[in-house]
Every structure is written in structure tokens, then in C-alpha cells.
């Protein structure tokens, strides 16, 4: 009869839980055990499993009363005394006989249903143990090594091995990664669903550069400086409003730092995204003002009910305020919560004629449109090049060669 049973060894498998400390893997085999014994010997009977977690093995006894033979009733709990004395001559009917059980007691389909569920539990406990690592980490920037890549996610391994993932949606545009490549993303959703565990990141956050500048600005770090507010464009812009409550500390000179010093990294982390850092006030005219920087406004008038505000400036500033596919506006409008129209200054031409005139030929919604991105003249609209009108407006190029056709035809 085995002495022990060494399950480390036995079972293989159990080698490769990395995250399983010896003891808690030796908790498990003993409980998983007592569940089979109950289950072979009856919910009546007598067993004791002791674990040796240093030598990775367990021992398992049962404990049996001896009795007559003709009062032998229930083989589970009692031993007949003739079977008693074949290992002690001495053994007296009401005495305890200690049974050890090895591997040898069990047959081949107990073993491997054994088996099976102790790599279940097992399996069970590893991924509760890393839920729980992780669940206190949402929200944090972790640095992993690029396991695998495909159109879908990239999977990418922790310090510690454990699979995480960086879903497509979740990537800068421009990011490209391939196997062994060092990644940083923030934990951005960590969830146990039937029994599988998702970890996933988040390079595209607001989060993620809120956590960049945790990380490259001590002042920051230290609370001199607070963010108020982060919104992206991932891999194109970015506007975060910053405050500091030390009047001898300028909170953007703080976070751009000397020639850009301190930003550039965090730029080309987020693979070259523009990054605008506004100076927060409660005046939302200068907020405003501020948030579409570099362009320089005539006037503002503020609907606070509506949370909309119409800025007037200068033809020439229209463009700079609207940005490159529209995104400094966009952005503008998301960092203040209010919804921004541009008008250009009212400069007398008796040549230029006010886009409402063509509502009798022009949707009254596209003409809207138009004067969304500061495009409320005619000549305004004629003075942009086709592919800009596209871009900014998001009309169809099909209509945007009709509205130029229509307007081009009230001069001639």
C-alpha cells in the first residue's frame, strides 16, 4: 500500500498554475478529496486527509469500527474483527481501525474524474484570484509584453503571464504592435461572465492620458495641479482642462513644460495625437475662448438654458477654429459641454450674398450645416476647397458640387 499520495507530481497539470500558490493548490486537492470520499464511502463515514504542502503530497485515512462479524452492518463505518486482526492480532471488538488509503483504493474512471475536477476548481481559483488583482487595478496604466496579434484584439501578457486584452476599438488608429513589442494601456473593464474572465485595456481613454499625465507631471502626481476635464479625438487631437489652486503655479506652462519637454512624451506615446492643455475657468465665455485656441474670436454670445454659444471672428480665423477635420471644434464643444456655432464677422460686400437666400433651392438643413462650420456666406462656402467642405461637413461629395453649382451660378 502507497504511504502517500504525491498529486504534484502525480497530476502534471498542476505544474502549470503559476498563480496558485503551494498551499491554497494543497487546500483545494484536500477538499476535492474529502467531496470524492464522501461521495465513494458515504456521508456517515469517517476520513481525514492531511496535507503536506512541503512535500506537495497528502496522506488520507478512514476510520473504522470493529464488530463482530455476524453484527457487521455498514462497511462504510464499521470493520468485521476478523478482518481487524490480519494487521494487529490484538484488535478488540468497540476499538477504532485506521485505515490508509492510496491511489490503489480508487479505480481508473475515479482518478480521472479526480482529476478533471481538481483542474477545474483549480482553474476556478486562479481566475478569482486574478479577478480580484484586477478588479482593484481598473482605472491604472499596466505595461505587458505583445503575445498575439490579429485584426480583432491583441493579447498581451503581464509580469505575472496573465492574458489580457486590447480590443481593436480600444487602439489608437495608427497603432501597430507585433509579438514581444512593450505595450501600455489602462485597465479599462475587468469582468467574470459564465465562468470566463475578461481583462481588457484601453488605449484610446480619456483615462489613459488622464493616468500619462499622473505620470509625467509631479505636480499633478502631487494634486498642485487637477485635470478638470479630458476629451479625444484617439490619434488625431486632445483637450484637457487643467487648474491649479497655487496662484504661483501656471498650470499649462506646468504640464508642456520647457520647449514641450514634458508633453512630448505623452504625444508620442499616443502616436503623435495633438495635445491641447486649456486653463479652466468658471467663465465659460473665456473657457470658451481658451478651448478654441489658436483661433482668435471677435465675440461670443452665451445661451446658458441651451448650453449653446454663437462665436463671431474674423474670416481668416474660421478654419483655425474649426481645425483640421473639424476636430478642434468638435473638441471645443465636448471640453465645455456647450454646443459651439461659428459666424464670421459681418464685413459689408455687396457682392457676397447670406446662404439663407438659397433655401429655395438648398435644404434648409444643409444650408445649416454649412453655417455650422462658418460657412454662412456664399463666397465663405466658394473660398474652401471642395475635399475641406467634405471633411468638415460630413456631406456627400455629390452634394457639396450641387450647393458650389447653385452658387457658383448666382454671380455668373
Known sequence: MEDNINLIESFAEFKEFKNVDRESLMNILQETFKHMLARKYGPEATVEVVVNIDKGDLEIYRYLEIVNDDELEDENTQ???SEAVKSEPDFEVGEEFIEKIGLSHFG???ILALRQNLITKVLEFEKSLVYEKYRDRVGEIVTGEVYQSSRREIIVLDEEGIELSLPRNE?????????????????????????????????????????????????IYDGLITIKNIVRIPGERAKVAVESYDDRIDPVGACVGMKGSRIHGIVRELRNENIDVVNYTTNIKLYITRALN?????????????????????????SLAIGKGGYNIKLAGRLTEYEIEVYRDSVVDDEDVDLNEFNDEIDQWIIDVLKSIGCDTAKSVLELPVDELIKLSDLEEETIHEIIRIIQAEFE
Request: net charge negative; charged share 35%.
Open 79 to 81: 470493520i468485521a474483527l
Open 171 to 219: 487602439q489608437i488608429p495608427s497603432d501597430f504592435y507585433k509579438k514581444g513589442d512593450s505595450i501600455r494601456a489602462v485597465v479599462s473593464r475587468v469582468e467574470m461572465a459564465n465562468g470566463k474572465l475578461y481583462i481588457n485595456l484601453s488605449r484610446t481613454s480619456p483615462v489613459f492620458l488622464e493616468r500619462l499625465f499622473e505620470q509625467e507631471i509631479p505636480e
Open 294 to 318: 489658436p483661433a482668435k474670436i471677435t465675440n461670443i454670445e452665451i445661451d446658458e438654458e441651451k448650453q449653446k454659444a454663437e462665436v463671431t471672428m474674423k474670416a481668416d480665423q474660421v
Open 108 to 110: 481508473r474512471r475515479e
